[in-house]
């Protein structure tokens, strides 16, 4: 009976988001649709050190992400926001905001420049986002809200 309760146990484990948990009230918009951002992580900027990558998705961003590697043929499939700003509280009003799908066929990255605050860095990393553009195929792709995600660095 045990045997058969770890099995389970580790089944429903299993189902769902894969990924670190985020808390935030962040929207995004993706053309028609919302898709909800239930995963996230702060890391270090691979190309500058005093910068962190904040990134979350509705699936697979862990601390091991690194969603601006663009010819990485292992992103996970789902849709996603990042950027990366100083590692420190503050505005950042010019912050160069991205958007990605990522599907079995196809990758499509929108960028343009939002405002960026961070509220704090220890013990997670924490802010609001807003941003806006419109790409010509989907249409209009936004994110607003706060975020809360793990500090992987």
Not at 50 to 76: I, R
């Amino acid at each position: 009976m045990n045997r058969v309760l770890v099995l389970v146990a580790v089944l429903l484990a299993a189902c769902g988001d894969s990924g670190e948990p985020m808390k935030g009230d962040v929207v995004v918009t993706y053309g028609g649709s919302s898709p909800k951002m239930d995963v996230g992580t702060a890391v270090q900027d691979e190309e500058t050190p005093g910068k962190m990558l904040v990134q979350f998705g509705t699936d697979e961003v862990d601390c091991d992400s690194y969603l601006d590697v663009f010819l990485d043929f292992n992103l996970p499939e789902g849709t996603f926001v990042y950027f990366s700003v100083d590692k420190m509280a503050g505005t950042y009003a010019s912050a160069s905001v991205s958007a990605m799908k990522n599907t079995s066929r196809s990758t499509s990255i929108n960028s343009t420049t939002g405002m960026v605050t961070i509220t704090a860095v220890e013990p997670r990393v924490t802010g609001t986002v807003t941003f806006t553009t419109t790409d010509e195929e989907v249409g209009v792709i936004s994110a607003t809200g706060s975020f809360d995600v793990k500090r992987c660095f």
